[in-house]
Every structure is written in C-alpha cells, then in structure tokens.
C-alpha cells in the first residue's frame, strides 16, 4: 500500500473528493492538504483588505490572517462533507505544522517536513486527514509547500497536485515530465510566474526526497 498526499485548491472540492474515492479504490493512503486561495482573495477585498503575492505566496498581515483561518476552515468543512465519513478535519497550527516565518511577508511560514502524530493516527485507523496549512504561530503557509513539508515528513510515497490545468505548460507546450533542477532554473530565470511557481518548487523538493511527483499528467523527476 502506498501513503499519497493529494494537495487540492480551495475551488475542487469535488474533484479532490473523486480522486480521494480513486486513489483509495487503487489501495492507496491518502493525506489531503488544501488551499482556500480564492475564498480568502474574495472576503480580503470585500473587507476592503490589500491582497498581494510575492512568488506565489499571500503577504499576510493579522488583519488578513483572520480571513486566512475562516476560509480555511469553511473549505475544510467543504471537502470533508464531499470526502465523506472517512475525512478528519484538522487545522495544520493545532496539530503541530512547523515553519519559519518570512518576515518581509508578515505572518507567512516557510514549511518544514513534520510529522504530525495525529496526521499518522488518522492514516493508521484507516481514515483520511485533511489538513488546512496553517503552522505554530499561527503562520499562514503555501498550501503547496505545506503538502510537499507533510508528504516528507510523514514519509509518503507521491504527492498529487490537483489543479484546474491538465499540467505545466513551457513555452506554449504541456510537459509530461521535468527535472527539479530544470523547474528551479526556469524559475529562477522568471519562465513561470504566479501560482505555478510555488507548485513545481514544492514537486522539486518533494521529488529531490524520493517522492514520486505530479502537476496534473506532468512529473517532477528528482
């Protein structure tokens, strides 16, 4: 049997709540880590809040981080009614997710693999976690590098990133595969732009620590 964390966007409930059914009919574990990316962007500016990203990750301040724990909460709720009686509702800064803050994005965490117990309670009853990424502090986390720090730290096998693309596009072109240190050097040298960019880092570093990873039908290859 193998352990898969399937990051799912904030907009997917029932996506994610199809590939959870079919991962889990093919004998997979499966973790879910989630987003609220357009939830949260939606009550910042009906609050009258500034929203802004630098690489892809929300500059977060106290004000913002209040809608950051609401919109978590409410697609978390979401996902775990489309998953079913299986799906355990935890918030990532209640079980013990570790990051270290990034001071120039206000209260933002940059993830670190844990292993949460509970996280491994839930998989050993035979249940599925899902996971809102939020650290100790709280920190608002990149749902994406949260699910990469998890995948490592629990020791899963692959991670899935469910997106609402059919996978990474390069110069007009849809990869079916890509090395990490290829992803890093596009992104450094500012070939990707926006929400991509913190999903292949997060495949780079999953793949860089033997997972087997994947944007839509494109594999990160370590």
Same mark, same amino acid.
């Given at each position: ?10 907009? %997917? ?25 357009? /939830?949260? %962007? ?6 009258? &809040? ?11 301040? +106290? ?7 609401? %919109? ?6 979401? &996902? ?15 079980? *013990?997710?570790?990051?270290? /803050? ?35 502090? +709280? ?8 699910? %990469? ?5 629990? *020791?899963?096998? /692959? ?25 890093? !050097? ?23 620590? *033997? &997972?087997?990873?994947?944007? *839509?039908? !494109?594999?990160?290859?370590?």
């Amino acid at each position: 049997m193998s352990l898969v964390v399937l990051k799912v966007g904030g907009a %997917s409930a029932g996506g994610a709540a199809d590939a959870v059914a079919r991962l889990r009919a093919a004998g997979n574990s499966v973790c879910v880590v989630h987003g609220a990316g357009p /939830q949260i %962007s939606e009550e910042m500016e009906r609050r009258g &809040l500034e929203v802004q990203f630098v690489g892809g990750r929300r500059v977060t301040t +106290p004000e913002a981080l209040d809608v950051v724990r609401d %919109s978590f909460a409410a697609v978390n709720e979401e &996902l775990c009614g489309a998953i079913g009686p299986d799906a355990v509702a935890l918030a990532g800064d209640e079980i *013990g997710l570790k990051a270290t /803050q990034v001071p120039e994005l206000g209260l933002v965490g940059k993830p670190l693999p844990t292993a949460p117990p509970e996280v491994l309670r839930v998989l050993a009853d035979g249940l599925v976690p899902v996971v809102s990424p939020l650290a100790d502090g +709280p920190l608002n986390v990149n749902a994406d590098e949260a699910a %990469s720090a998890l995948a490592v730290g629990i *020791g899963a096998d /692959q991670i899935v990133f469910l997106t609402d693309v059919p996978g990474v596009f390069h110069e007009g072109w849809l990869l079916r595969s890509i090395r990490a240190g290829r992803a890093e !050097t596009l992104v450094d040298s500012g070939h990707f732009d926006g929400g991509i960019v913190p999903k292949l880092l997060a495949a780079s570093h999953a793949a860089r620590n *033997g &997972l087997v990873a994947e944007i *839509g039908v !494109t594999a990160v290859l370590a």
